[in-house]
């Protein structure tokens, strides 16, 4: 297969080139970014026998994203189902398939799921800052043009490589899809002990509504107020997936995005599985959080890194 | 000075060191931060020092969480203050000017000064740098002399202008780059400080300190400051 573009005919509300992140630039204030559903993300470079770490598009919503290639080209397709179709043909998601020269790719609106992973053979190009490709808005850094803005139209996507080893989802895979009652393991920390035994009871056992104030900064929950006894803390380094409750009692789930520092009490942190599920869920959606010992939390994770390997 | 480590993610440990902000924190938050990396080597992936804390974030592929919290405690048991002379000293040229510091003459009101007076006191001490964060390349910096505190604004602005520099209580800040903010803006820098964030070589680092620098309007522009009204670009 020639080496191509693929032009955007028309941009959607939100589609960035991410990868798994920016790392070890936390101390100079720059956030971590990267794909909110980094599972997702993995099985799509997966598909196509990319490098981990390879960039790719997380196209959020959709809202009539359209992507039109210059030459044929193979691409892989995971996470939300956002009514992607090719000349107007349904595609079948979790999969690799052939974006034919001329033919354009449009993503309409969610069905399930917020965020699709579309990747490209050996990964997309784009100029790397700080160690990465990833694009973020709020700080101005990453993306096509070095300055964090989204895929706007016009712009030229083109990849690092030609010759991708297309392969099949796994029957076993499971890819982070919200569900009823959808479970969110969370590792207890940081500021727990200064919660009211009545509220960690709360924490755990009442259902949490996904707010529209949801971004990949922050996704805010609502449910019964969770109180601390502190009004707020001395700023320190917030990990990925922090819950912080804020003087309001409804927790923040802190994400990719977030500020390296903040100052509000936090019970702890969601595992990072737990954050790429989170980030698939639309606003309404219903989530129970679910304590997790770190070393179990770990175990998870260190299988789940496996399966790629 | 008292160690505690606490939980923060699956992996992530909170090293908590103090539990007031004070400028003598940062000889101990630089020695942990020193000790740390020099202990995790190729397992740590960010450390992020703040004005107790410093926020560890280990790769688990590596290390589990209790060699994580082991190696944590090894590293920082017998602590010793880093010569605080390793923090560098950086004057910043600041055009002091209402048009571009709207909050000049509250500020000034507020701690009984005439502005003149005010930005003296602003200039007249060499603030610690006590943590980057909230955006690339922003230092948040202190303390602000006790009668130049003054509370963030009611409102905050939505867009704040590159280099504003500004007060919130007793701390003081540069905008390296548009942002929202509620910080009283006092004045503004040409200097660059986004360029070198986003380059991976901040102008300053925790435990570095800062002067600020009265200089004219036709300094500023000479350096390459942008003179725009702040209001304007409201």
């Known amino acids: ?309 | 000075m008292k160690l505690r480590l606490e939980t923060a993610a699956m992996d992530a440990l909170t090293v908590r060191l103090f539990d007031a902000i004070d400028e003598s924190n940062m000889a101990w938050i630089m020695a942990a931060d020193t000790a740390l990396r020099h202990a995790f080597g190729d397992a740590l992936i960010d450390l992020v020092p703040s004005y107790t804390t410093l926020l560890i974030h280990y790769d688990c592929r590596v290390i589990a969480f209790v060699e994580a919290t082991a190696l944590a405690r090894e590293a920082l048991k017998d602590l010793q203050p880093a010569d605080t002379q390793n923090g560098q000293l950086h004057e910043i040229p600041v055009w002091y000017d209402e048009s571009v510091g709207p909050e000049l003459p509250q500020v000034a009101k507020r701690a009984g000064l005439s502005v003149e007076q005010l930005i003296e006191r602003h200039c007249g001490h060499d603030y610690c740098v006590f943590a980057l964060g909230f955006a690339p390349g922003y230092g948040f910096m202190g303390l602000v002399d006790e009668d130049l505190a003054t509370p963030r604004l009611k409102t905050p602005r939505r867009r704040v202008a590159a280099g504003s520099v500004g007060i919130a209580d007793r701390q003081t800040a540069i905008y390296p780059l548009l942002s929202p903010g509620g910080w009283n803006i006092l004045g503004r820098t040409a200097v660059p400080l986004f360029e070198y964030a986003r380059r991976g070589e901040p102008l300053f680092r925790p435990g570095d300190k800062v002067r600020f620098m009265s200089i004219s309007k036709a300094e500023f522009e000479a350096a390459g400051g942008d003179a725009t009204p702040l209001e304007e670009r409201a």
Request: hydrophobic share 40%.
């Open chain 1, 1 to 309: 297969m020639s080496q191509g573009s693929i032009t955007v005919k028309q941009a959607g509300p939100l589609a960035l080139i991410q990868d798994a992140g920016r790392f070890g630039v936390g101390h100079l204030g720059v956030t971590q970014s990267g794909a909110a559903d980094w599972i997702s993300y993995n099985w799509a470079n997966w598909l196509l026998g990319n490098p981990t770490n390879s960039a790719a598009l997380e196209i959020v919503m959709g809202g009539n994203l359209t992507l039109e290639a210059s030459s044929n080209v193979c691409l892989a397709l995971t996470g939300a189902d956002l009514d992607a179709r090719i000349d107007g043909e349904p595609l079948a998601p979790n999969a690799c398939f052939t974006l034919k020269a001329g033919q354009c790719l449009t993503f309409r609106q969610p069905h399930a799921g917020l965020r699709a992973y579309l990747a490209f053979p050996g990964g997309l190009q784009a100029p790397e800052i700080l160690g990465s490709r990833a694009c973020t808005v709020r700080e101005m850094i990453g993306g096509l043009h070095e300055n964090g803005k989204p895929l706007q139209a016009g712009d030229q996507l083109s990849w690092q490589g030609d010759t991708p080893s297309p392969r099949r989802l796994p029957d076993n895979a499971s890819l982070p899809m919200p569900q009823k009652r959808c479970q969110l393991p969370l590792v207890l920390g940081s500021q727990v002990a200064h919660f009211a035994g009545r509220s960690l009871y709360q924490a755990f056992n009442q259902p949490w509504t996904v707010d529209q104030r949801a971004d990949r900064m922050g996704i805010r929950l609502t449910g019964h107020a969770l109180n601390s006894k502190l009004e707020g803390v001395i700023s320190e380094g917030i990990p990925l997936g922090a819950v912080q409750i804020p003087p309001d009692g409804q927790p923040i789930v802190l994400m990719n995005d977030r500020q390296t520092i903040g100052g509000y009490p936090r019970i702890g942190a969601l595992t990072p599985s737990a954050c790429a599920l989170l980030s698939q869920c639309l606003p309404s959606t219903e989530v129970w959080l679910r304590p997790v010992s770190a070393t179990q939390a770990q175990v998870t994770h260190r299988r789940q890194l496996a399966v790629w390997e």
